[in-house]
């Protein structure tokens, strides 16, 4: 990571450099540099930054590490310091107490095994998964059944519509058969009440697949909390109930959309889990990384790579399930994770001939070759491409998609029903400010609605207004993300409230004098769409390129969408974010792999 310009260096960061240099009793530059640097890598995401990368030569970078360790305030590993110099990764001690603590539990955790009656497992994959497939193909959802069933940590990764929460499903109700009736404490969580609402969903409707196929369809639990909720927060204090000394009540922690966990939150999880609870997560580990610090699933996933098997774990597997991998090393596992990872590859949603499913995969292997050909072939399933328009043409051009997405969210008056309509459609957009941000197009959205008379934005709050929350909010347990709309209130018609869906309670309301800090959504970024799916998306890019744009943004906006994807974007800008990538520092997957 190069060093950011001086004009890149927000006020916080400089604050922060005044402070070290003060604590040191002694500014030298080469401390307030540094300093700049890690205060500014964690507003962008990172969790450390490498110093060698700046240094010419192993000389320098280490007489430059040197200085930093002798000004009193870098400290190494273990030891108690605002900043940690761990070899040539410079941290925010904090920063570093979470990458540490949380590697050290991943390792534990899958470095442990649990005892697995095969012939029982054999049986039950049988019966939930079907018989193994003729021609040999691999079926991964049933290597994740065997790997979720021995380790006490397994990673789920996949694409959406590769059937993860399904799959999650039948590896709960294998848990629960294993048990007998000891039972199983088994707590589903994920990132954002929006996503816990959409996982609550999806483990229903997958448990009354389940019917007639095991004994313990009824005791598969379906509810499901946000991160926070499960860890009970503690309003006004920054701190959970649930932590190491007194530990979650459960034999089984599930993630899903794990990659949108960011580092400090997932490490004050795995923190707070009982000494012998397994770990599943389930994510996307080609989305976006999450909008905090880190990338806790790409790390973990070591993005982009093949995963490779331990000759113990494929024989594990052979006599469990019958299947056979091919894929592994003759030798020791490359990795302690190794065998804790399944990355499911056939998708149920988008088919052969689905072009969501073609553009995304093209997109995601850097191909911007044949993502363009698709996007310029007419024919191509469940897409369309424009380029975008000028400042001057855009409300115009936007009116059809707008009328046609939001044009009869407001037909009813159930918020439940209003809620699911709404969610149909969205207008993704990859910057916040200028006419082609959230801002704008929130703006131009709310003008053509009100001019057909579907809204009457005349005032701030108004029938119809969708907010999201953009600030957590632990007393309202409103978390940063969270979508709802302002409608009448039923048990007083003259009142306006925020209906909000709910794991728990299908909606609740909220005043809107109440809500925390949030803004009109009928556009989002698609940072901000993670954890949530529509049946069709217009993604609107900015006709200038921008450092933001990148593979993994326009793979994760365009499968926001089940079954339609505009995209807006010049061909110029469109080839140049198919080849840039994310890239987050940390040591997270230097620690896991140690």
């Known amino acids: 990571m190069m060093a950011p310009e001086t004009s890149d260096y927000r006020d916080i960061d400089f604050r922060f450099a005044d402070f070290i240099c003060r604590l040191a009793g002694n500014g030298s530059d080469e401390l307030r540099r540094a300093a700049l640097r890690v205060s500014n890598a964690v507003g962008q995401g990172h969790i450390c930054v490498d110093l060698a990368a700046e240094a010419e030569g192993e000389e320098e970078s280490g007489c430059y590490t040197e200085l930093l360790r002798s000004s009193g305030v870098v400290g190494s590993p273990g030891e108690f310091a605002t900043l940690i110099l761990d070899d040539t990764r410079l941290y925010l001690y904090r920063y570093w107490k979470y990458e540490r603590e949380l590697a050290e539990k991943i390792r534990d955790n899958a470095g442990r095994t649990y005892p697995v009656d095969c012939r029982l497992l054999g049986e039950g994959v049988v019966r939930l998964f079907g018989p193994p497939t003729d021609g040999g193909e691999t079926d991964w959802q049933r290597i994740a059944a065997a790997a979720a069933l021995r380790s ?61 196929l095991t004994p313990v369809q009824d005791r598969i639990p379906d509810d499901v909390t946000t991160i926070h909720r499960l860890l009970g927060v503690i309003p006004g204090a920054n701190r959970f109930r ?99 990872l399944v990355i499911l590859r056939k998708n149920y949603r988008f088919g052969a001939d689905s072009g969501i499913g073609a553009l995304s995969r093209a997109i995601n292997d850097g191909d911007g070759d044949s993502a363009l050909a698709l996007l310029r072939e007419e024919g191509t399933s469940g897409v369309a491409w424009r380029e975008t328009p000028s ?8 009116a059809p998609e707008v009328i046609s997405g939001y044009g009869d969210y407001l037909s009813h008056d159930d918020p439940a029903t209003v809620l699911a309509d709404f969610d149909r459609f969205r207008v993704l957009c990859v910057v916040r400010e200028g006419r082609y941000g959230v801002a704008g197009l929130n703006s131009a959205i709310e003008r053509i609605l009100a001019g057909r008379g579907i809204i009457s934005p005349n005032r701030r709050w108004y029938r119809g207004r969708p907010v999201m929350v953009t600030v957590n909010d632990y ?43 949030h803004e009109t959504v009928f556009a989002m970024t698609v940072h901000k769409s993670q954890g949530s799916e529509f049946d069709r998306i217009l993604m609107v890019i900015p006709p200038v390129e921008n450092p933001v744009l990148t593979r993994e943004l326009l793979y994760t906006g365009i499968t926001r969408a089940r079954a339609a994807a505009g995209l807006w974007c010049g061909e110029a800008v469109f080839n140049a974010a198919v080849a840039r990538r994310v890239e987050r520092r940390s040591g997270l997957r230097n620690a896991l792999t140690k």
């Open 242 to 340: 649930y932590n190491r000394g007194n530990p979650l009540p459960h034999d089984v922690v599930v993630v899903d959309e794990a990659s949108m966990v960011a580092l400090p939150l997932m490490a004050r999880l795995v923190e707070a889990m009982a000494p012998k609870a397994r770990l599943i997560l389930l994510g996307d580990r080609d989305q976006l990384a999450s909008v905090e610090a880190g990338a806790v699933l790409g790390d973990i996933c070591d993005t982009g790579d093949t995963p490779m098997y331990s000759t113990e774990f494929r024989r594990y597997v052979e006599e469990a399930t019958g299947e056979r991998l091919e894929m592994g090393s003759g030798d020791e596992p490359l990795s302690p994770l190794a065998d804790s």
């Open 391 to 398: 400042v001057e043409a855009l409300e115009q051009a936007l």
């Open 475 to 517: 007393a309202l347990r409103l978390f940063n993300g969270d979508v709802g709309i302002t409608l009448p209130d039923p048990e007083n018609p003259d009142t306006l409230a925020v209906f909000f869906p709910s794991a728990t309670e299908g909606v609740r309301k909220v005043s809107p004098l109440r809500l925390p800090p």
């Open 152 to 212: 006490g940590f397994t990673v789920i990764s996949g694409g959406p519509g590769t059937g993860k929460t399904s799959t999650v499903v039948k590896i709960i109700a294998l848990l629960l058969e294993q048990s007998g009736d000891d039972g199983l404490g088994i707590a589903l969580t994920a990132p954002t009440g929006k996503a816990a609402a959409r996982l609550k969903d999806a483990i229903r409707g997958a448990r009354e697949g389940l019917a007639g």
